[in-house]
Each structure stands twice: as C-alpha cells, then as structure tokens.
C-alpha cells in the first residue's frame, strides 16, 4: 500500500537494533509482569508472553520501541492469532485506565489514550491482514471506544481514530480487490504448455522476435519480479513458520483468517520462468538457431546478475539446466560456454550457496549507498530466502528452558524479514514494455512430457535410459491419437 514504506522505514531504522531510542521512556518493572523480561546490553532477548505482551502497551510515561512493536507484533502470531493479542492488548489498556482514574494522575489519561491509539495506528498500517476477520475489528472499535471517553472536549483523539479506522478499511478494501484479480488469473504453469505431436513450424514467434536485446528483456524481468514481489506481506513470510509449527494444535495462525497465494504465486512465476527457457530452447528446429536462443538466455541472465536480480538469474539457469535442455549435446557442443559457467559458479549450491551470497552481500551493501533507483534494486532467490527463515525457525527453540520466550530469535526472524520487504519497495527505473511483458507472461509454456518429445525430436536418444523414455512417449502420443 502507499503508507506501507514510510510505515517500514519508521518502526524499523537501518539498523533494526531494537534498542530503547531517546525520548520513548521506559517501562518500569513496578509494571505487571515486566520483571521476567530479560535484556542483554539493552537489548530484550526474553521474556514471558505476559510480559512481552505489557511492555507492548504504553503507558503515560512509556511507549515501546517502535522495532519492538514490529518485531513483536509480527512474531507474536507463532504463539497466537492477532485477535487473541489485540483482545489481551485491550484489556491491558482497560486496567491501565481504571488505575489513572482511580489514582492521582487522572490529568494524564488524555495522554494515554493518544499514545494507545498511536500504537494502534502503527500496528493497523504496518499489518492491516490482521483486522479482516470481525473479531480483530471488532476488539479495535472496543478499544477505541474505550480511549474515547476522555475525549469530550475537543475530539482530537476521536478524530485519530476516526481517520484510522477510514484508512484502514481503504486498504484492507485495497488488498481483497487485488487478491481477487490475481485468483482469477491463477492458473498452473503445466496448463498453459500443449503436449505436442510433433516440432512447431519453424516461422511461429519465439522471444527473440520480440526482444533480442538482454539487457531490455533483463531489465522487463526485474519490472516483473518487482511488480509480482511487491504483493508479499510480512505476515505472509512469517507463514513459512506457522505452516511448519504445529503450534502444539492449538490454534492455526492467519491461514484460519484468510488463505493467501502470494508466497505461492511468486514461487510459481519462478517455475513458470524457468519453463519458458526450456520451451524457447526445445522448440526452435535448427540447431544453429537453439545455440543462438542459448547463448541469448545466457546473456540474459548475466544482465539480471548485474542488475541485482537473482531471481530472474537462477530461474533461467535453472531452466537451462533442465533435463530436456541439458541433454541436447550437439546444440550445447556449439555455444560458448564461458559466460554460463561463470553464472553457474555465482550459484554453486556447495557451502550452502556460498558464492551467491557474497554477491547478494554485495548487491545489499550497493543498496545501502546508492544514489539512483537502479543501484538499489536487489531481488534475492526467493525460495533460498524462504529456506533461510525456515532452517532459522528450526535450528532454534521458540522457547528457552526457564519457559520464557526466545526473543533472540525473533529478532532475527523479523530483521531477515525487514530487509526483504526494504528491497521489495524500490521502484523499478525501467520503462514498462507491454509487448515484451505480454509475451513473457502469456506465451505457451510445454509441460516436462512436451520438453522431451520437442528434445528428442531435435537430438536423438543416446542410450538405453534416453531411448525406453523416448519410446514410451510415442506409445503415449498414439494412445492419445
């Protein structure tokens, strides 16, 4: 959404630290349950979900740090839904209220009431999915009804609320139209690929009659990954944890709200690239002319290198690795490998990727410095992402043995996660190609049986295994006939 950067850039700085900033005050631990918080050099790394919960809610001398709430916020659905912490959250803030009505800080309760709904409006800006279901929505008018009621005179703190509420009924509007429009156009990558009988003509368009230049077709790419990237929300990423937890089956974080493809559709137009190469390449007749679409991809994806996007990079690597292309011997003897093997050397999967993340460092450090939109763009690969907060969600416990939760680790969780949404926000420098695009979205993709049959047909079986294959795809094709 439009705020969604400037909520980003405000709650977590650079640095991401999650240390007390200047001026927020602190919360005592004559406050209920602050006591079994634990910090480390200033900085909370456990605490019981009580505690983490009261050092959520301000007070009239405290309010928290803006990348705990963050954090804390995003992580807290591992250990309950949204709509169980923002009924706790309002309860918390009932029992502060009747303690300055009843005590002498009374005077002060207009200043509360401003610094709840200001953590209000942080939590409905940065996380708006949390308030589609009637419950969440329900307990924010609760809560805001409470905060109103000192609110007589001058209906400032009436008018935040109202413009909060508005706002976030405007994006949560915002994002159900588009998750609509993205379920109609969903469609499998296999669909879209005939299971051919025999090779196309050779006259039909392929993607160098629209784009023979690598650097225009990287560059459309990256238009696309951005575009499709953009859609992700960091309470979508943190499913990759709450699918894998059981959460000892008491409850199913978000995924009980409203199911959401967007982690899956991004997955899925990796797949879909990588198909498309295979099928450029399988399809083409003459040799002389596959060698050419080869080394064309493979200028491709170099430009993706340079231009930071990994994604596009990988997923036509990948596509050029595939069986049906990587079989084809004789087109392969006739292409000038260099450039390809020093892409494959940038993704050598040894030493868990060793290679590809020093160029990531690398294109994350030009990020941080950069001048122009161009030297900001990063595009990791994303399903080496999602691995890297799974394997960081099961190497280390939610839990530590005293029973407090392991806030170290959900640190670092919403940090990995907070980067990835700060390289989703740069705007794309490159002129939008709608005629490149068109193809590259809607071209006819071959299943894997279709890759083989074009592959065969353009290079022969070689041995046993390439030939009882080769032979059981014609029995299918007549079958089929």
Not at 67 to 90: E, K, W, Y
Not at 157 to 173: D, E, G, P, T, Y
Not at 350 to 372: E, I, M, V
Request: proline content about 5%.
């Amino acid at each position: 959404m439009p705020q969604t950067s400037v909520v980003f850039s405000s709650i977590l700085g650079p640095s991401g630290s999650g240390q007390a900033q200047p001026g927020m005050g602190e919360r005592g631990s004559s406050a209920g349950g602050a006591g079994d918080l634990i910090f480390q050099d200033g900085r909370l790394v456990s605490g019981s979900l009580e505690a983490l919960m009261e050092h959520l809610v301000p007070t009239v001398d405290y309010y928290p740090d803006r990348t705990f709430i963050f954090t804390f916020l995003l992580t807290s659905r591992v250990f309950m839904p949204p709509h169980d912490l923002l009924a706790r959250v309002g309860q918390i803030c009932l029992e502060q209220r009747q303690q300055l009505e009843a005590g002498p800080e009374k005077a002060k309760l207009k200043s509360f009431s401003a610094k709840i709904v200001q953590l209000l409006k942080e939590w409905t800006e940065a996380f708006p999915y949390d308030f589609q279901d009637e419950k969440a929505l329900g307990e924010l008018k609760a809560i805001a009804h409470r905060v109103t009621q000192c609110d007589e005179e001058n209906g400032t703190v009436k008018k935040a609320i109202a413009q909060m509420i508005q706002s976030l009924l405007l994006s949560l509007a915002a994002r159900s139209q588009l998750q609509e429009l993205r379920e109609k156009l969903r469609l499998p990558a296999v669909d879209k690929g005939p299971v051919l009988k025999a090779k196309p003509p050779a006259a039909q368009k392929d993607i160098l009659g629209v784009c023979c230049d690598p650097l225009v077709l990287a560059q459309q790419l990256t238009h696309i990954e951005l575009e499709r990237v953009s859609s992700i929300h960091p309470e979508d990423l943190m499913q990759i944890i709450s699918h894998t937890d059981s959460l000892d089956n008491h409850h199913r974080c978000r995924g009980d709200v409203a199911k959401t493809y967007s982690l899956e559709a991004y997955d899925s137009w990796f797949n879909c690239l990588s198909m498309l190469v295979a099928t450029e390449v399988c399809r083409v007749v003459k040799k002389k002319h596959r060698t050419r679409m080869l080394e064309f991809f493979i200028d491709v994806a170099r430009e993706c290198f340079n231009i930071g996007n990994f994604n596009s990079m990988m997923a036509i690597i990948s596509g050029m690795n595939l069986s049906p292309v990587a079989r084809l011997k004789k087109t392969w003897s006739k292409v000038k490998t260099a450039k390809f093997d020093v892409l494959e050397h940038h993704m050598d999967p040894s030493s868990n990727f060793c290679n590809y993340r020093t160029a990531l460092q690398g294109a994350t450090q030009r990020s941080q410095t950069a001048n122009s939109s161009r030297e900001k763009i990063v595009i990791p690969v994303f399903n080496l992402f999602v691995k890297d907060i799974y394997f960081l969600h099961k190497i280390h416990t939610n839990h530590l043995p005293n029973g407090h939760i392991n806030f170290k680790k959900f640190w670092e969780i919403s940090r990995q996660i907070h980067e990835f949404m700060t390289w989703t926000q740069v705007e794309c420098p490159f002129e939008k190609d709608k005629k490149i695009q068109s193809y590259l979205l809607t071209a006819p993709i071959y299943s894997e049986e279709a890759l083989f049959i074009a592959s065969f047909e353009s290079e022969g079986p070689e041995n046993h295994m390439e030939k009882d294959s080769w032979k059981a795809l014609r029995t299918t094709l007549l079958h089929r006939a």
